[in-house]
């Protein structure tokens, strides 16, 4: 292979190709190949194929493992508890949860609003929230460590189930919120069509991902977001071209800049 050249699409994964998840076109312009080393019973896949879709212009991650595989890492390989903490998140967490309360409260429609949030870790947005006056707070995540930490840490009621589940929960809720969730799925139409089938009639939903227009823009970011755990790179226009398509109408939209944990700054959309 001569220098620059992309492995053979006939190479090393195992994995079927991936419909555009925003537009579910086929076809699509491959631009990388991203390779893990394997960790001893710790390994999600041995990496993808970072592509664009021709449609639509959506970045995604090709040639993943099926649904079935994220979800027995995330309710296994959780690293949303943190451990090392006692369950506590870092004081960069804990300022960009605080930032994210800030953001979302002015757009709860009022204080009795049932508020769930999607990949709710150890809960502190939830309380932060229930500090600002919102008194009906949820969380769901699926690694049930985060249920027991965020009950034990702030008395918050956590369901343990997955997206897919949500429809089954047999609840309904006035606001939902996803962030840092979106990136971390596979199957993103029917994961909002769950979400959507668990709000009342004029519920909204809060989502916030990294902006794929700035990963060049913070050293951190070509190894941070092509991670192994993240699988769609947004831009604001495809993020607004997902929402769209599945039936959502937008109430603001923002791109922004975090510092967080280790001196790294993290960039959003939301
Ligand atoms: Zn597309």
């Known amino acids: 292979m001569r220098d620059g050249e992309l492995p053979s699409n006939e190479d090393d994964l195992p994995h079927d190709v991936r419909p555009c998840p925003v537009c579910g076109g086929a ?5 990388f190949a991203q390779r893990f080393a394997a960790v001893s019973g710790a390994s999600l896949h041995a990496g993808y194929d970072v592509v664009v879709c021709s449609r639509c212009g959506a970045g995604f991650a090709d040639r993943i493992p099926a649904q079935p595989a994220f979800d027995a890492y995330y309710r296994d390989m959780s690293k949303y508890e943190y ?32 508020i769930l949030d999607i990949g709710c870790a150890s809960g502190s947005l939830l309380h932060l929230l229930r500090q600002r006056g919102f ?13 027991q930490t965020a009950r034990r840490l702030y008395d918050l009621r956590v369901v ?36 959507r089938s668990a709000l009342s009639p004029r519920g909204r939903i809060y989502v916030e991902v990294p902006d794929v227009l700035t990963f060049t823009d913070w050293s951190n970011a070509p190894f941070q977001d092509f991670s192994t755990e993240h699988i769609n790179f947004f831009s604001p226009t495809s993020l607004a071209n997902l929402m769209r398509v599945n039936g959502f109408v937008p109430v603001f939209s923002e791109q ?8 790294t700054v993290m960039s959003n959309i939301s």
């Open 160 to 195: 343990t189930a997955t997206l897919d589940d949500l429809p089954t929960i047999g609840e309904r809720f006035d606001f939902a919120i996803l962030v840092g969730v979106l990136e971390h799925v596979r199957e993103l139409s029917s994961a909002l069509a769950a979400v």
């Open 135 to 147: 008194v009906s707070v949820t969380g769901m995540d699926p690694s049930p460590g985060c249920a």
């Open 27 to 31: 076809a699509h312009e491959r631009i």
């Open 256 to 263: 922004n800049a975090r510092h967080q944990s280790f001196g």
């Open 83 to 114: 451990h090392q903490r006692d369950g506590a998140e870092s004081e960069y967490d804990r300022k960009r949860m605080e930032v994210i309360a800030a953001v979302v409260a002015p757009y709860i429609p009022s204080p009795d609003s049932r």
